[in-house]
């Protein structure tokens, strides 16, 4: 051989080498039996990039977008937000309720509001009318297949119970509430009908055609249930509408929990319908109300090129924030860089096996996110392949890691 020849064989592989570090690809080495279509990355305690493989590359990313979501909203509000519910009432005895998308109004809190309102003199309602003006959304939630599966509930303004309910069908086709909470109301038996007997929890908006009117319904009849358990006097009589001119503010509501404390649960039971109320918040917040799509993905795509540059947004797309949309791109080196960013927020994801870990899973989509040792080492798994090798890969890089520690 020639020393010219030499000398290519010995530092073109180098040079390759070096180029897929430069280009943040890196080599797959020993994964690629479990990494067919993918893409993983992990740091040491010091934030160093100590594995990586197709650290570059766009993936859909499912539900581990909930943290960059999560990190973007915690900017944009700040941790101590309060979702807010307004009631109104006039001397025609309408209560009318104003919401701004608090994803928690669940029957718990339904019935602290009852009896608050009660306290101020509501005591008499003929009738609901409720304000779900602080939306004025372009179409449904992107991705949303229209399933009775309460992932696929769709967003509003005001709505109760994340847009669900859950109820017990009887041997003879009877429904009731199937939560010790939650009232039985009119709406569970039409939407029960037909189920064998057993427990459900169904979406209560199938399709996008009259959701609007099924929200309103569910939060009407709710709060219906609720004046009758505490004694007061009521008619059924709702409707959608605005708030008259003449009536008067006699409570606004604060969720109970701050958002520190939405985003953990969002986190922890993976919920998209929360996670597409913060990500409508935060467009609402920062553009102004009406909340739309469009604000919020402004919102949250702003705020993360304000915290990440140019250069790592490129590895970014978000077209809505829960991970449902099979449109929505993130890189492992983009992830990556969330999750040091999120470190101070890292308590707020889920725990499992010493790690903190918010995983995302969808037909061919896995992925794992989080830290491995309670907020020190970050690592990334994307994977959009039909082999769910997630634990394998994590089983390794954890072992790795342990490895590179001694």
């Known amino acids: 051989m020639s020393e010219r020849n030499s000398f290519i064989a010995f530092f073109v592989p180098i040079l390759v080498f070096c180029l897929m570090l430069g280009s943040g690809g890196g080599?797959?080495?020993?994964?690629?039996?479990?990494?067919?279509?993918?893409?993983?990355?992990?740091?040491?305690?010091?934030?160093?990039?100590?594995e990586q493989c197709n650290a570059s590359t766009p993936f859909i990313p499912a539900s581990v977008l909930k943290i960059a979501t999560s990190l973007a909203v915690l900017n944009i509000l700040g941790e101590g937000y309060r979702f807010a519910t307004e009631f109104y009432f006039d001397d025609t005895r309408t209560l009318t309720i104003k919401g701004f998308g608090d994803p928690l109004l669940i029957s718990e809190e339904v019935a602290l509001i009852v009896t608050e309102l009660g306290k101020r003199g509501v005591s008499d309602v003929a009738r609901i009318v409720v304000d779900d003006s602080a939306f004025a959304l372009e179409g449904p939630v992107p991705g949303a297949a229209g399933s009775d599966n309460p992932y696929d509930a769709l967003t509003g303004a005001v709505a109760v119970n994340f847009n669900t309910v859950a109820v017990?069908?009887?041997g003879k086709g009877g429904v009731i509430s199937a939560e010790e909470q939650t009232p039985t109301?009119?709406?569970?038996?039409?939407?029960?009908k037909g189920y064998p007997p057993g427990e459900y929890r169904l979406n209560i908006c199938r399709t996008e055609e009259k959701s609007a009117e099924v929200m309103v319904r569910y939060t009407a009849e709710l709060f219906f249930a609720f004046f009758r358990q505490k004694g007061m006097t009521t008619s059924s009589r709702w409707e959608r509408g605005r708030k008259?001119?003449?009536?008067?503010?006699v409570y606004r509501h604060e969720s109970t929990k701050s958002l520190s404390g939405v985003v953990a649960l969002c986190l922890q039971y993976s919920n998209n319908f929360t996670a597409n109320l913060l990500f409508l918040a935060a467009g609402g917040e920062r553009f102004g109300y009406p909340a739309t799509w469009e604000k919020g993905r402004r919102a949250v795509n702003e705020t993360l090129t304000?915290?990440?540059g140019d250069e790592v947004m490129g590895g970014i797309h978000l077209v809505e924030g829960s991970g449902l949309s099979r449109e929505n791109r993130l890189s492992v080196e983009a992830l990556l860089e969330v999750l040091r960013l999120f470190k101070p927020h890292a308590h707020l994801l889920p725990g499992k096996r010493g790690m903190l870990i918010k995983s995302g899973t969808m037909r061919d989509v896995y992925g794992y996110a989080?830290?491995?040792?309670?907020?020190?080492?970050?690592?990334?798994?994307?994977?959009?392949?039909?082999?769910?090798?997630?634990?394998?890969?994590?089983?390794?890089?954890?072992?790795?890691?342990?490895?590179?520690?001694?």
């Open 27 to 50: 080599s797959c080495g020993e994964y690629e039996k479990l990494l067919h279509h993918g893409g993983l990355a992990a740091t040491d305690k010091q934030g160093r990039v100590v």
């Open 168 to 170: 017990r069908v009887d």
């Open 185 to 192: 109301v009119p709406l569970m038996a039409s939407l029960g």
């Open 244 to 249: 008259r001119a003449e009536a008067r503010l």
């Open 306 to 308: 304000e915290l990440l």
């Open 370 to 406: 989080g830290y491995l040792d309670q907020g020190e080492s970050a690592f990334v798994i994307l994977l959009n392949q039909p082999e769910n090798t997630r634990d394998a890969l994590l089983d390794r890089i954890r072992s790795r890691s342990r490895l590179k520690d001694h």
